[in-house]
């Protein structure tokens, strides 16, 4: 597998509370997956999460240049490394629910579908997407000691269960300059199919710059749903991405890709 981290901790990314010397921060966790069907199922080939630190009781004001986030990326390279990234992301999701103030997903229970099915036909434990795919159900009844879930399909307003785009419109989250932009599953498919049969790593860190992108909507269309951001103008996803992924790629320069250099 391959990934991409700016955590110096990405196995503990919620403070003190699971790693020495860090401090306990109110963190707002996304995540999300890209998928192939190998004709028999549908399998995760890359999945990202996006850390936004926030603030318990008040909405923080931020701005392009004033947001940070962390983040954590990963890409399979061979077929057989699916169940590992499936373990993977559930870690994420244990974690998530104890640690983190939000969790959010876009349209996620298909991804915790997903998940459960790999899991049982390959035989991993994933404790994590079993007890996430009961609470997803029914998470406007908020449970103590969990995470508040968020999804930003079905739970922003005025209008429920939107695409991602007519939510970015809806709080001013700007999109229409991704240099990748959302992934068919065509596309996924012909990446993934570039990477594992002719090793164009490029192809696997195009995966893992379309993941972040998608993972990263989905954390600023929470934050601003859930008040815990406001900005005034446009968030551009690009910009904050390239940003904070610049030196992390070494087949594929995220940043000139916003000038049409893909």
Not at 229 to 251: G, I, K, M, N, Q
């Amino acid at each position: 597998m391959r990934e991409i981290t700016n955590l110096s901790w990405p196995g503990t990314p919620y403070g003190a509370e699971q790693r020495p010397f860090g401090r306990p921060a109110q963190i707002l966790t996304a995540v999300s997956l890209e998928w192939v069907d190998d004709g028999e199922r549908a399998v995760p080939v890359c999945a990202s999460a996006v850390y936004l630190r926030v603030h318990r009781t008040r909405t923080l004001p931020v701005d392009v240049d004033t947001i940070g986030f962390g983040f954590h990326a990963v890409v399979i390279e061979r077929d057989e490394e699916a169940a590992q990234l499936a373990a993977l992301v559930d870690r994420v999701l244990v974690q998530a629910r104890r640690h983190a103030a939000v969790l959010a997903g876009h349209s996620f229970t298909d991804d915790l579908a997903g998940l459960h099915a790999l899991a049982d036909t390959v035989g991993v434990g994933v404790p994590g997407v079993t007890a996430l795919t009961a609470e997803w159900e029914d998470r406007r009844e908020q449970q103590r000691g969990i995470a508040c879930l968020f999804d930003t399909c079905c739970d922003v307003r005025p209008i429920p269960c939107q695409s991602l785009a007519d939510a970015c419109a809806t709080y001013h989250v700007e999109v229409e300059s991704l240099p990748i932009g959302p992934l068919t599953v065509a596309s996924v498919h012909a990446l993934y199919e570039s990477l594992v049969a002719e090793g164009d790593h490029r192809s696997g860190e195009v995966l893992l710059a379309a993941s972040l992108e998608r993972t990263l909507t989905v954390a600023l269309v929470a934050a601003a749903a859930l008040g815990k951001y406001a900005w005034a103008d446009p968030l551009p996803v690009a910009s904050l991405l390239a940003r904070e992924t610049w030196d992390r790629f070494t087949t594929f320069d995220y940043a000139a890709s916003l000038s049409g250099c893909r």
